[in-house]
């Protein structure tokens, strides 16, 4: 069966344009490291005052990104948290003076079409891809900063240039719905972002997928005179299928070579509709990324819904904003349910990648805890996306055979969580995916 053939299909939640207020809490924590780069260097030190959008920490090298305070107030510290991304690490603290609009940019004019300018523009900004493994957008629109895949068998580098720009409005998982809701109402930096992704890129054609109405998106794809851009839609029930290398497959029926390939080794660049409008906001605006957008739920929470919240903000006043707890939470996890991170500490500060915060009840989630013995059962096998063998792979995981795992496939797995999902062993397969893949990259680091 070809790649990404098989998944799972879910019950999405269906989008709602009523955005749940935003916590203003009294300080921000901003931890230096935003991306899977080096941390930004401060700029600040304790006692400073800064003002809303200042920048607070540099980018040292291009695979990190620079921070900027969402809000006016005092630097109060500058010393190491717990993150978002479950490590250790340096954070600078801000005290809130209560404002968070920020001065006017110098200069917002800019000639849309040279597209030096416009990375620039969203280097500056900060701008990061949502997901578990956050990526300087800038880095990733510079393939002259980015590794090059080399082909498996001849070792020859993959250079390729981008035909195909894909937008898409589709959330990475069923009930996250941030990119759904956005397609659903004008965005005012979107025309704007969707030109400089194609001005730099280069591409010949934009791909635009969505599920249920975007008015907007389809009025830009009509307004396109070259009659380059279309729209596609797919279901946002069918998992993992907006995941950028299934959905790069879907629309294109390109493979990005697995485990190390990048969509651009397939001619492609690929960008949700949030990031798309940080974009634009970036390049005419001179905006930093200060804020995002999540999608707060679970079976725990008052409300559930899309809440704008300021980078820094802790897992508690989300919480809070949210109308606190309806039911006893079993456990909290930031990102999407079947790809995100639990966390047990609430004062755990949200980063630029983070797209959703649950709250989750006993009934909502799998108790690892008591998990049995692999029974063969095979069902794991008929769901994953990229063919792989995941009760066998998890035996030699477990048994901390890791060379004997990666042989198996280990590092194709781009962990989507269908096997644990379908697992009737309730056995922690992607838990133990990832804990094999980071020891495996500690051997090779060391
Ligand atoms: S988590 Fe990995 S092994 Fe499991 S279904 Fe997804 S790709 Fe396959
Ligand atoms: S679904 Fe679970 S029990 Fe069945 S083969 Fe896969 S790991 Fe084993």
């Given at each position: 069966?070809?790649?990404?053939?098989?998944?799972?299909?879910?019950?999405?939640?269906?989008?709602t344009?009523?955005h749940?207020?935003?916590?203003?809490?009294?300080?921000?924590?901003?931890?230096?490291?935003?991306?899977?780069?080096?941390?930004?260097?401060?700029?600040v030190a304790?006692?400073?005052t800064?003002?809303a959008?200042?920048?607070?920490a540099?980018?040292?090298?291009p695979?990190?990104v620079?921070?900027h305070?969402?809000?006016?107030?005092?630097?109060k510290e500058?010393?190491?948290v717990?993150?978002?991304?479950g490590?250790?690490?340096?954070?600078?603290?801000i005290?809130?003076?209560?404002?968070?609009?920020?001065?006017?940019?110098?200069d917002?004019?800019l000639?849309?079409?040279?597209?030096?300018e416009?990375?620039s523009?969203?280097?500056?900004?900060?701008?990061v891809?949502?997901?578990l493994?956050p990526r300087?957008?800038?880095?990733?629109?510079?393939p002259g900063?980015?590794p090059?895949?080399?082909?498996?068998?001849t070792?020859r580098p993959?250079?390729?240039?981008?035909d195909t720009l894909?937008?898409?409005?589709l959330?990475?998982?069923?009930?996250l719905m941030?990119n759904?809701?956005?397609?659903?109402?004008?965005?005012?930096h979107?025309?704007?972002?969707?030109?400089?992704?194609?001005?730099i890129?280069?591409?010949?054609k934009?791909?635009?997928?969505?599920d249920?109405p975007?008015?907007q998106l389809?009025?830009l794809a009509?307004?396109?005179?070259?009659?380059t851009?279309?729209v596609v839609?797919?279901?946002?029930?069918?998992y993992?299928?907006a995941?950028?290398?299934?959905?790069?497959?879907?629309?294109?029926?390109?493979?990005?070579?697995?485990?190390?390939?990048?969509?651009?080794?397939?001619?492609?660049?690929?960008?949700d509709?949030a990031t798309?409008c940080?974009?634009?906001?970036?390049?005419?605006?001179?905006r930093p990324?200060?804020?995002?957008?999540?999608t707060?739920?679970?079976g725990a929470?008052t409300?559930?819904g899309v809440?704008?919240v300021?980078?820094?903000t802790?897992?508690?006043?989300v919480?809070?904003?949210?109308?606190?707890y309806?039911?006893?939470?079993?456990?909290?996890v930031?990102?999407?349910?079947?790809t995100?991170?639990a966390?047990?500490?609430?004062?755990?500060p949200?980063?630029?990648?983070v797209?959703?915060?649950f709250?989750?009840?006993a009934r909502?989630?799998?108790l690892?805890?008591?998990?049995?013995?692999c029974?063969n059962?095979?069902r794991?096998v008929?769901?994953?996306p990229v063919?792989?063998?995941?009760?066998?792979l998890?035996?030699?995981c477990?048994?901390e055979?890791?060379?004997a795992?990666?042989?198996?496939?280990?590092l194709?797995?781009?962990?989507?969580?269908c096997?644990d999902?379908v697992?009737?062993?309730r056995?922690?397969l992607v838990?133990?995916?990832?804990?094999?893949?980071?020891?495996?990259?500690?051997?090779?680091?060391?």
């Open positions: 069966m070809g790649l990404f053939a098989r998944g799972i299909t879910l019950k999405a939640v269906v989008p344009a009523s749940l207020a935003s916590p203003l809490p009294p300080q921000v924590v901003l931890p230096l490291k935003q991306t899977i780069g080096a941390p930004a260097e401060p700029c304790p006692g400073d800064v003002a959008g200042a920048l607070i540099r980018a040292p090298e695979a990190s620079p921070v305070t969402p809000f006016s107030g005092t630097v500058i010393g190491e717990l993150t978002a991304q490590t250790a690490g340096t954070a600078v603290t005290e809130g003076d209560g404002t968070d609009t920020a001065p006017a940019p110098p917002p004019e000639d849309a079409r040279d597209p030096e416009l990375i523009r969203i280097r500056e900004a900060g701008i891809t949502p997901g493994m300087s957008v800038a880095a990733e629109l510079s900063e980015q090059t895949t080399h082909l498996t068998v070792h993959i250079v390729k240039a981008i894909i937008i898409s409005a959330d990475a998982e069923p009930l941030v759904r809701v956005l397609a659903q109402s004008p965005q005012e979107l025309a704007a972002g969707v030109a400089a992704l194609r001005a890129t280069r591409a010949g934009v791909i635009i997928v969505v249920g975007a008015p389809r009025d009509a307004s396109d005179e070259r009659e851009t279309t839609s797919r279901s946002a029930r069918r993992p299928l995941l950028p290398i299934p959905l790069i497959k879907a629309v294109t029926g390109r493979e990005v070579p697995l485990p190390y390939g990048h969509p651009r080794d397939v001619g492609v660049a690929l960008f509709l798309t940080a974009i634009g906001a970036a390049v005419t605006a001179r990324q200060t804020e995002i957008m999540i707060v739920g679970g929470l409300t559930t809440m704008t300021k980078i820094g802790p897992i508690t006043a919480l809070e904003a949210a109308g606190g309806a039911a006893d939470p079993a456990k909290l930031v990102g999407g349910p079947l995100g991170m966390h047990y500490d609430t004062a755990v949200l980063t630029k990648e797209t959703g915060l709250a989750l009840t909502e989630i799998t690892t805890a008591g998990y049995r013995e029974i059962c095979g794991c008929a769901v994953c063919n792989l063998v995941p009760g066998m998890s035996l030699y477990a048994k055979r890791f060379d795992a990666a042989h198996q496939g280990l194709t797995c781009i962990e989507c969580g096997c999902y697992c009737p062993s056995r922690p838990h133990l995916f990832r804990h094999a893949k980071h020891q495996l990259r500690e051997g090779a680091s060391s």
